[in-house]
Structures are given as structure tokens and as C-alpha cells.
């Protein structure tokens, strides 16, 4: 099972209303990552975590809150979005943060949002 | 800082052989990974290479050159679900771990 799935497929939300976006893998994979995609542009790095713990955070607003409840799981709590944040958001696992091999990322198939 | 480039639009005829190019410059290196990307999904993995040389996997094949920081993706025998983004990535290493950084990606059309 090399397959990462992601909840919902499709959001839409108005800039008060709170929403999760779920990700979750069963490949043993120990480091999972958030990517935000803008239409025709490459994805961009939000959040890393390694073992369960926030290892990496590229200057992400606060309305965008990650949690890894368990090694299986990632969510994205959302928050007062604005309509710029409207994009895919992309989950990723891999085997671990320190890999010393040609190991890749595989992604999830996203969840496209639309902040109204 | 990190800096990847690659062309933005390429177009090839449906059985024929297509390049895309992809520079970088980055303040560390730790491999080079292709992707593909069909509008509207994720991406998935196609090749990577982490010394000098080419590294072929039936219709595709990749070449990276360290010295010069290049690599290019080889796409054999075009067919139409060939038509698709194709994401250079770098793989990077920090105090934290692995950092992937992508390139704006190359839009390829195949026609019949």
C-alpha cells in the first residue's frame, strides 16, 4: 500500500468558519508534510513533521494550524482564511526525515479549497 | 538561496522523443527528483539521481551533472497521457532534515 489519502477532496469555506483537512498514510512512514499549490505553480512547503513532532514551520500564518496526532495521521486546522489562501493543499509522507537512499516523497491527491 | 529553472511550456508530437531541462542552484544538495503532475492531481514520483550520470526506467529516462547543475528528463515515444506538469525538485538537507524545493515546472503538450 503506497497510498496516501486525503479528506475532503473539495472545501469551501467563508473567511470565519473553522475547517480540518485530514490526511493520513499506512506505509510506516515517519516524516509527513503539508504543501500549499497554487494554480500553475509548484508546491510550496508549509509544515514538516518528523516522529510526530513540528520539525519544520517555512513562516506559515497562524491561521493555519498542523497537528500529528498519532503516526498515521496529519491535519491541517484552518482558521480565518483569507481568499488568497484558496489552493490545493497537498499531504506528503516519507519513510523518515534523514533518509540516506533514492526514498521519495508520495503525495496524497490533495484537497482544493476555495476561501469565499 | 534556492534558485530552480525550467522551461515553462514545451510542446512535442504524440511517438516522438522530448528533453526538459532543468537547472539549479542551491545551497545544498542531496538529489534530484522528477515528477509528474496531471492538472488537478498530486504528483508522482518519476526518477531521481543523486551522482552524475543517466538513469534510465523504460520511457523516461534522467540525467543529472553535479558540477554543472543541470538534469534533464528524457521522455521516449510520447503518447497523449504523456501530456502533464513535470516537477523538478531538490532534495536538501538542514539541522531539521530533508527539504524538498521545487521548480516552477515544465507544462508539456502532446499532440496527435
Known amino acids: 500500500d503506497t497510498e496516501v489519502t486525503q479528506t475532503p477532496k473539495h472545501l469551501v469555506m467563508g473567511m470565519t468558519n473553522k475547517k480540518s483537512l485530514k490526511c493520513e498514510q499506512h506505509m510506516g512512514h515517519r516524516a509527513m508534510y503539508w504543501y500549499k499549490q497554487k494554480a500553475k505553480k509548484p508546491p510550496e512547503l508549509m509544515f514538516v513533521y518528523s516522529y510526530e513532532k513540528l520539525s519544520i514551520n517555512e513562516s506559515v500564518p497562524s491561521r493555519f494550524s498542523p497537528e500529528c496526532p498519532n503516526s498515521s495521521l496529519l491535519n491541517l486546522h484552518l482558521h480565518a482564511l483569507q481568499p488568497e489562501d484558496s489552493a490545493l493543499y497537498l499531504c506528503?509522507?516519507?519513510?523518515?526525515?534523514?533518509?540516506?537512499?533514492?526514498?521519495?516523497?508520495?503525495f496524497g491527491p490533495g484537497t482544493r479549497l476555495l476561501v469565499l | 538561496g534556492q534558485n530552480i529553472d525550467q522551461p515553462t511550456e514545451m510542446t512535442a508530437t504524440e511517438g516522438a522523443i522530448v528533453q526538459i531541462n532543468c537547472t539549479y542552484q542551491t545551497s545544498g544538495f542531496n538529489g534530484l527528483f522528477w515528477y509528474q503532475q496531471h492538472a488537478g492531481e498530486a504528483p508522482t514520483f518519476l526518477s531521481y539521481?543523486?551522482?552524475?550520470g543517466l538513469e534510465e526506467k523504460g520511457r523516461f529516462s534522467s540525467f543529472l551533472s553535479r558540477s554543472k547543475g543541470y538534469s534533464y528528463l528524457l521522455l521516449k515515444e510520447l503518447q497523449m497521457k504523456d501530456s502533464a506538469s513535470y516537477l523538478c525538485?531538490?532534495?536538501?538537507?538542514?539541522?531539521?532534515?530533508?527539504?524538498?524545493?521545487f521548480g516552477p515546472g515544465t507544462r508539456l503538450s502532446v499532440l496527435p
Open positions: 506528503a509522507s516519507s519513510l523518515q526525515l534523514h533518509p540516506t537512499s533514492s526514498e521519495t516523497q508520495y
Open positions: 525538485a531538490v532534495r536538501d538537507f538542514d539541522n531539521y532534515g530533508q527539504n524538498f524545493v
Open positions: 539521481n543523486v551522482l552524475d
